[in-house]
């Protein structure tokens, strides 16, 4: 399931700057969406994201679910 695979690959990439509850109940495709455009160097982010299509799936369901 993607929540746990998330949960794993928040802390390296995310936990500096983001709280997983902050995105509780947003919508996980446009966050991966965002990501995804973040990963791609598409759309501003503070540092360059690092991840695989599924990584960036996994963690945005992760976040949607408010790290839960």
């Known amino acids: 399931p993607p ?4 949960k794993a690959k928040f802390p390296a990439v995310c ?4 709280e997983p509850a902050d995105f509780d109940g947003e919508d996980a495709k446009a ?13 501003k982010h503070k ?4 991840l695989t299509p599924q990584e960036i799936t996994d963690v945005a369901a992760y976040m949607a679910g408010g790290g839960k």
């Open 47 to 50: 540092s360059a994201i690092k």
């Open 3 to 6: 929540a746990p695979a998330g």
């Open 31 to 43: 966050l991966a969406d965002s990501i995804g455009k973040m990963a791609a160097g598409q759309m």
């Open 15 to 18: 936990a500096d700057c983001h």
